[in-house]
Nanobody, 114 residues
Framework: QVQFVESGGGLVQPGTSLNISCVAS????????MRWFRQAPGKEREFVAQ????????RYADSVKGRFTISRDNAKNTVYLQMNSLSPEDTAVYYC???????WGQGTQVTVSS
């Protein structure tokens, strides 16, 4: 079945960087655009970044543009999110998602605090 396993989250200080990853299985990873979403406490899940199947096109939420970079490795069925200049407003559970597939993983918690 379709599975997403996110990892790499943690507690970091403001201004630092973190790289989170998501390993996908159960479908043809290279055939799908992939996105990262996040959900902060008490808020709705929101879009963060997207990368197309062959990594030609990427787009970002305005709140992370210039700080976050999405990438993927189709040989490893993995999508990454490099997060720089983190701020407390980036605190959330981060989820990866494949376009047109209604499956979600457990997410990885990112907490930015001094």
């Amino acid at each position: 079945q379709v599975q997403f396993v996110e990892s790499g989250g943690g507690l970091v200080q403001p201004g630092t960087s973190l790289n989170i990853s998501c390993v996908a299985s159960g479908f043809t990873f290279s055939a799908y655009s992939m996105r990262w979403f996040r959900q902060a406490p008490g808020k709705e899940r929101e879009f963060v970044a997207q990368v197309t199947r062959n990594s030609v096109f990427r787009r970002y939420a305005d709140s992370v543009k210039g700080r976050f970079t999405i990438s993927r490795d189709n040989a490893k069925n993995t999508v990454y999110l490099q997060m720089n200049s983190l701020s407390p407003e980036d605190t959330a559970v981060y989820y990866c998602h494949a376009d047109d597939l209604d499956y979600w993983g457990q997410g990885t918690q990112v907490t930015v605090s001094s």
